[in-house]
């Protein structure tokens, strides 16, 4: 499974930005597809996942401003970010979790400041 993740960029605090990142190659029925991100200097964590059946979840510090939500026709994750704060900078990775593997994408750089 290959994912490309695109869209990330300089955006203000207060502003917005979506992510994408598309899946190809032997996709399971049955999968989860997520985010994560790492900041500078910190060691990577979870943003949030969604099942195939369209069930997210989301880590603490981006519930209430980040949206997950995927295309199973097009086999792609997309990650809305609203209310972008400082501290949501980072490189985000998106990752696929089918038949017992798990694959990450290239990564793509979210920076927020003004």
């Known amino acids: 499974v290959q994912l490309q993740a695109s869209g990330g960029g300089l955006v203000q605090p207060g502003g917005s930005l979506r992510l994408s990142c598309a899946a190809s190659?032997?996709?399971?029925?049955?999968?989860?597809m997520g985010w994560n991100r790492q900041a500078p200097g910190k060691q990577r964590e979870l943003v949030g996942s969604?099942?195939?059946?369209?069930?997210?979840i989301y880590a603490g510090p981006v519930k209430g401003r980040f949206t997950i939500s995927r295309d199973n026709a097009k086999n792609t994750v997309y990650l809305q970010m609203n209310s972008l704060k400082p501290e949501d900078t980072a490189v985000y990775y998106c990752?696929?979790?089918?038949?017992?593997?798990?694959?990450w994408g290239q990564g793509t750089l979210v920076t927020v400041s003004s």
């Open positions: 990752w696929y979790d089918g038949s017992g593997s798990k694959y």
């Open positions: 190659g032997s996709i399971s029925s049955s999968n989860i």
């Open positions: 969604i099942t195939r059946g369209g069930i997210p």
